[in-house]
């Protein structure tokens, strides 16, 4: 069945940066774009930006652009979200998802479990 | 910037109709997602182009979308609906948002 699989939690101090993985399997990777949304507590959803697997090419939240990276590798089926310049504020739950459709980033429509990444001093 | 907003919570005895509502400035000319998300989990789609429904989702829920309002509608409520509820459009190439979120409580 389809599925993501997100790594570990995460400790970082301010001003770090961190990289969160997600592996795909399931389906054709290079298909669907993966898209990267957060969760701080108690916070609505917050679109970070997707990734065409196929690709590369990247979209960003204009919040986001010039602090967040999105790669993937495609031998291993799996999508990265970098995060850098790290705040308090950037505590949160990172998901990744796939699209619904093939090749539109239209709708995130399946979701890894969550990576919580927590920045503190 | 576009904003998307809902009523922070609401609440509903089992077996009647809940409707959640999203509001945005035209909204009726975007595309609405629905998402369910319980506590601790990861969001699950409901209702995708305003009215379209995926696969193992109850037929219980639906959606509709005009003017400046997104509904989502959850008939007959069911102990296992209750759960935060957002909306979500793609307002352009560069920007995905997200509704503020209802927090739906059944009684």
């Known amino acids: 069945q389809v599925q993501l699989v997100q790594s570990g939690a995460e400790v970082e101090k301010p001003g770090a940066s961190v990289k969160v993985s997600c592996k795909a399997s399931?389906?054709?990777?290079?298909?669907?774009?993966i898209h990267w949304v957060r969760q701080a507590p108690g916070q609505r959803l917050q679109w970070l930006g997707s990734i065409n697997p196929n690709s590369g090419g990247t979209i960003s939240a204009p919040k986001f652009q010039g602090r967040v990276t999105m790669t993937r590798d495609t031998s291993l089926t799996t999508a990265y979200l970098e995060v850098t310049s790290l705040q308090s504020d950037d505590t949160a739950i990172y998901f990744c998802?796939?699209?619904?459709?093939?090749?539109?980033?239209?709708?995130?429509?399946?979701w890894g479990q969550g990576t919580l990444v927590t920045v503190s001093s | 910037s576009y904003v998307l907003t809902q009523p922070p919570s609401m609440s509903v005895a089992p077996g009647e109709t809940a409707r959640i509502t999203c509001g945005g400035n035209?909204?009726?000319?975007?595309?609405v997602h629905w998402y369910k998300q319980k506590p601790g989990q990861a969001p699950v789609l409901v209702i995708y182009y305003d009215s379209d429904r995926p696969s193992g989702i109850p037929e219980r829920f639906s959606g509709s979308n005009s003017g400046n309002t997104a509904t989502l509608t959850i008939s007959r409520v069911e102990a296992e609906d209750e759960a935060d509820y957002y909306c979500?459009?793609?307002?352009?190439?560069?920007?995905?948002?997200f509704g503020g979120g209802t927090k739906l409580t059944v009684l």
């Open positions: 979500h459009v793609w307002e352009t190439t560069s920007d995905h948002l």
């Open positions: 035209n909204i009726g000319s975007k595309s």
């Open positions: 998802a796939r699209d619904l459709i093939t090749a539109r980033p239209v709708c995130p429509a399946l």
């Open positions: 399931g389906y054709s990777f290079t298909d669907y774009f």
